[in-house]
Nanobody, 113 residues
């Protein structure tokens, strides 16, 4: 059974940083591409960063240069380091494997002064 548990969200001031984690289980994490998505109130869920099993990464233009996606295959954990946060980054953040149609519960990120 695929399980994805996100953590690390919170309230941060503009310009601040957060590191999100996603603990994955129930599938072969090592070989599967993973992504971080976010959904802001009233908006569609969007892919902000992705990483292949081999470690190649891709980012949405809105977060390029500020967010970094990494993975620890030994711990079956996905990370998203978010720096220089902006109010428009406020959203619920989710991780997902591209192979299976399962979502975690998400973690709320709020950027506000």
């Amino acid at each position: 059974q695929v399980q994805l548990v996100e953590s690390g969200g919170g309230l941060v001031q503009p310009g601040g940083s957060l590191r999100l984690s996603c603990a994955a289980s129930g599938f072969s994490f090592l070989i599967n591409g993973m992504g971080w998505y976010r959904q802001a109130p009233g908006k569609q869920r969007e892919l902000v960063a992705s990483i292949t099993g081999g470690g190649s990464t891709n980012y949405a233009d809105s977060v390029k240069g500020r967010f970094t996606i990494t993975r620890d295959n030994a711990r079956n954990t996905l990370y998203l380091q978010m720096n220089n946060l902006r109010p428009e980054d406020t959203a619920v953040y989710y991780c997902k494997t591209f192979r299976y149609p399962y979502w975690g519960q998400g973690t709320q990120v709020t950027v506000s002064s």
